[in-house]
């Protein structure tokens, strides 16, 4: 149950997905006490981790809940097909309630929101999303950068790519590993051997943490560190891991798609995003390299989460 206690310091971690847990827990091991706000009142079970069961899109509970903290970090999410449709009421409401109760603001983002581009992309590369879900994330980002800007709070946020890692969600995570694990063939979204920068939940949670006690994150956004590697290195690394059989691999056919979506709305939603795993897609990290110092796990450790 949420006190209302005005004095309870610390942060707070909206939403419990493999990246808000790493938060939390990362924070909360490092001495703080933390809040977790999720629907359901999930999370990990650790003596500075409060735990509560809050829908974030109601905006008077939320801001009381948030009372008193110095810190809220954004890490919540909604179902990928939903999220033209529910992204932007839900962070509007976590926004406003961060305003209201004094705190700063660090958002998780994605790199959907950016140009296409053949080369690398960095914080810099032009926000002109050509995709729904692009267009969302950018949006998303706009709002709480004019609040910054206006002086209504302080705020950052942490740009990610496609996870791997202990509870990660991401076609590689579904698609890919559970089959590999197995030795059984492996359908691929996109080129197994284009180049693509991963993130590892671990990393980009300290991130994160990272850039919410630096006087210079605040005003813009940062990308995690990076594991650039292919699909099929991925996979093979995974094999060897397993002491499993040499990976097969087949890219993912329309057909595929259509098949799955039949079961799950996300599968859907991969072939607007087909772009960024049809061909290389590397992100440039060093900015917070050369800033923070933070440097991505090796391929390896992050297979083995």
Do not use: C
């Not at 914080?123 to 998303?140: C, F, I, N, Q, S």
């Not at 990308?223 to 097969?248: C, K, N, S």
């Amino acid at each position: 149950m949420v006190n209302g206690d005005k004095t309870m310091g610390g942060s707070v971690v909206i939403g419990a997905g493999a990246t808000g847990v790493a938060i939390a827990r990362q924070l909360a091991e490092s001495g703080q006490r933390v809040r977790l706000i999720t629907r359901s009142g999930s999370g990990p079970d650790h003596p500075a981790i409060e735990r509560v069961a809050l829908d974030a899109g109601h905006t008077d509970e939320l801001a009381e809940a948030l009372a008193g903290a110095a810190t809220v970090f954004n890490a919540a999410m909604t179902a990928y097909h939903t999220w033209p449709e529910t992204m932007p009421p839900l962070f509007a409401s976590i926004l406003a309630a961060t305003e209201r109760a004094g705190a700063d603001y660090v958002m998780l983002g994605n790199h959907y929101g950016y140009q296409q581009t053949t080369g690398s992309v960095t914080e810099r590369t032009p926000m002109a999303p050509h995709t729904r879900k692009g267009r969302v994330r950018a949006d998303l980002w706009q709002r709480a950068k004019d609040a910054h800007d206006e002086g209504r709070l302080r705020a950052t946020e942490v740009r990610a790519g496609q996870y791997l890692g202990s509870g990660a969600v991401s076609p590689f995570t579904l698609l890919v590993a559970p089959r590999v694990r197995e030795g059984e063939l492996a359908l691929v979204h996109g080129n197994p051997d284009a180049a693509h920068s991963f993130s590892y939940t671990e990393d980009v949670a300290a991130t994160l943490v990272a850039v919410s006690g630096d006087e210079r994150a605040w005003g813009r956004a940062w990308h995690a560190p990076v594991i650039t590697t292919t699909v099929r290195h991925a996979a093979t690394d995974l094999a060897e891991l397993h002491g499993a059989p040499e990976p097969r691999l087949e890219s993912l056919t329309e057909r595929d798609l259509a098949l799955l979506s039949f079961a799950d709305p996300l599968w859907r939603e991969f072939a607007e995003m087909s772009y960024m795993s049809e061909r290389p897609f590397i992100v440039d990290d060093s900015d917070i390299r050369d800033t923070f110092g933070l440097k991505p796990s090796t391929l390896r450790e992050a297979l083995a989460a």
